[in-house]
């Protein structure tokens, strides 16, 4: 997370003074006058235009996988600053919900407070993670969420930090929360062939994408002696970069009872994507 103080006081005021403006310019995607100030953008992504052009992927691809426009229950799992809260705005209208989850306090502080409409909903879920909130209770527990009442389950960045175990009892969690035909809309580093086939255009020289810090994405080491779960040498803890074998993938999907409908692979890999992350949708 990116402190206030890191950023100069003139960085700030220029967001500040550019997002009053843009808002007077907005004509026809208005739920984008919801993204943060730069304190407040957080999950990987702090420019303003990048917030903006991931919600308009993920609020194309919620279109494509919700059988009803309007009206719908979304729950976004990690939900963090609030990213594809603003992407589902246009979904829960007459009558629908959005409830976002989050391990960090402070971030569900902050959407209580920014994203201040009847419609929007977001829990502190108490539990550990090694990555963001290793104070927390140790203890796996169910989401607080009843069975089958959610028309889509969204998650944007968090099974790249949970290990196998957790990975796997909420994956599960996803099926329950789910009505029958509803779809989850998960990212996720997959370690499969076109991973394989892009480790020789890992370098500076030849990498097409140059991403932020030069990161190697580079899953090497196995998270907790797992055979399926990989992080990077960098990582402090596994979880702050964990990606899954195809393996893994069908572990997941055995064991959960979902189904996988589509996959849209990631340009981490050094390959055109429509998201940094490998996106997959599934259903139950």
């Known amino acids: 997370m990116i402190s206030e103080s890191q950023f100069p006081e003139g960085v700030i005021k220029i967001d500040e003074s550019f997002r009053d403006i843009d808002k007077t310019h907005i004509r026809r995607t208005k739920n984008i006058r919801l993204i943060p100030d730069l304190n407040n953008r957080r999950g990987g992504k702090l420019a303003y235009s990048e917030w903006a052009h991931v919600i308009g992927i993920f609020q194309t691809l919620f279109y494509q996988n919700l059988t009803k426009k309007y009206s719908n229950n979304i729950l976004d799992i990690g939900c963090g600053t609030g990213l594809l809260g603003i992407a589902s705005e246009p979904f829960i209208t007459d009558g629908g919900n959005y409830t976002g989850i989050d391990v960090m306090k402070e971030d569900i502080d902050f959407c209580r407070?920014?994203?201040?409409?009847?419609?929007?909903d977001f829990i502190h879920f108490d539990i550990s993670n090694p990555s963001y909130a290793d104070n927390q209770s140790k203890t796996l527990q169910e989401w607080p969420v009843e069975d089958n009442t959610k028309d889509l389950v969204t998650a944007l960045s968090v099974w790249t930090h949970l290990s196998e175990t957790d990975a796997l009892f909420y994956f599960k969690e996803i099926y329950r929360v789910l009505k029958k035909g509803g779809r989850a809309i998960i990212t996720f580093f997959i370690l499969d062939e076109d991973y394989l086939a892009s480790l020789k255009k890992r370098s500076n020289s030849t990498s097409r994408f140059n991403f932020t810090n030069q990161l190697e994405w580079l899953f090497k080491e196995e998270?907790?002696?797992s055979k399926n779960w990989?992080?990077?040498t960098w990582a402090k803890n596994p979880e702050d970069a964990i990606a899954i074998s195809t393996d893994g993938i069908n572990q997941l999907i055995k064991e959960s009872g979902l189904k996988l409908i589509e996959k849209y692979p990631g340009n981490w890999k050094e390959n055109p994507g429509i998201f940094f992350q490998d996106v997959l949708i599934f259903e139950r």
Request: zero cysteines; a neutral charge; glycine letters at 0%.
């Open 223 to 225: 998270a907790y002696n």
């Open 113 to 120: 407070s920014h994203y201040n409409n009847s419609q929007y």
């Open 230 to 232: 990989f992080t990077t």
